[in-house]
C-alpha cells in the first residue's frame, strides 16, 4: 500500500521522467515558439521557464540573460539558412545564381518567422563591419570567397556583399511590416563594448577585414540611388516602347 506521500512522491517522478531534458537547443526552440505566436514583447524568462515545466532560474545555465536568449535566437534561425541546401555555393554556380538563391533563403526564414525577423535585421552582429542579414562570420567568408572565385576583385566582392544586404534588409522589412510585424523590434541590445573577433578559421575575412572597416555610407547612398534612377528611367523608356508597339 502506498500512502499519500509516497504516490506524490511516484508521481513526481513519473513527471520527471516524462520531461524531455532540458539543452540549448530546446531552450532556444521553446523561444522561438513564443516570439512566433506573439512577438518579441510576449517573450520573458518567466514565460519561458513555463513553457518548459521549470523555474526562470533553470534556463540560465543554458543562457546566460535575456540578451544573450535573443543573440541565441538570432543565430538559431539563421543556422536553418545554413543547412538549407538550396542556399550553399555549387561549383557549377555563376555568381548571379548563387545570390539568387541566397536571397530567396534568407526570404524565407523572414516568412517563417516574421516576428522575429526585424531582430535579425537590426541586432548587432559578430563584428561590427558585418552586416545583417548575413550576420555571421562563416556566411560572409563563403560569400566574398564565392565572389572572388567568379572573377570578382576584393572590392568587388565587399561592394555586392553590402548592396546584396542592404537590398534583403530594406526590402525584407518592408514585406514583414505589410504582415503586420513592428519593423523596428522592442528589445534593444544592451550597450556592451564590441567583441574580440577571432578570424583565424576565416582566411578570407583576415586578409579582407581592413577593407571591411572601411565603408563611406554616403558613397554608397548615392551610387546605389544612381543606379536605381538607371533602372527606373530605363523600366519607362520601355514601357513608352510597348506603349507605342
Do not use: C
Amino acid at each position: 500500500m502506498v500512502d499519500g506521500a509516497g504516490r506524490r512522491a511516484a508521481g513526481q517522478s513519473g513527471a520527471t521522467r516524462r520531461r524531455p531534458g532540458l539543452s540549448r537547443a530546446a531552450v532556444l526552440d521553446a523561444a522561438l515558439e513564443i516570439v512566433d505566436r506573439g512577438g518579441i514583447g510576449e517573450l520573458s524568462m518567466r514565460k519561458l521557464g513555463a513553457s518548459l515545466s521549470v523555474e526562470a532560474m533553470a534556463l540560465y545555465r543554458y543562457v546566460r540573460n535575456r540578451e544573450a536568449l535573443l543573440d541565441g535566437l538570432v543565430d538559431r534561425v539563421m543556422d536553418e539558412l545554413y543547412a538549407d541546401p538550396s542556399t550553399l555555393l555549387r561549383p557549377e554556380d555563376d555568381w548571379r545564381a548563387f545570390l539568387q538563391r541566397v536571397a530567396a533563403g534568407v526570404r524565407r526564414i523572414a516568412r517563417q518567422h516574421p516576428q522575429l525577423f526585424p531582430l535579425v535585421a537590426t541586432r548587432p552582429p559578430a563584428a561590427p563591419w558585418i552586416r545583417p542579414p548575413l550576420r555571421s562570420l562563416r556566411w560572409v567568408e563563403g560569400f566574398l570567397s564565392g565572389l572572388q572565385e567568379r572573377g570578382f576583385s576584393e572590392d568587388g566582392a565587399i561592394y555586392a556583399y553590402r548592396a546584396f544586404a542592404t537590398f534583403l534588409v530594406g526590402h525584407l522589412l518592408l514585406e514583414v511590416s505589410a504582415r503586420g510585424v513592428d519593423p523596428v523590434p522592442a528589445a534593444a541590445a544592451e550597450d556592451e563594448a564590441p567583441p574580440d573577433v577571432d578570424l583565424t578559421a576565416y582566411p578570407v575575412l583576415r586578409r579582407m577585414a581592413p577593407l571591411l572597416a572601411v565603408e563611406d555610407l554616403d558613397e554608397e547612398f548615392a551610387h546605389s540611388l544612381g543606379n536605381l534612377l538607371d533602372r527606373i528611367g530605363e523600366h519607362s523608356r520601355l514601357a513608352r516602347r510597348g506603349a507605342r508597339g
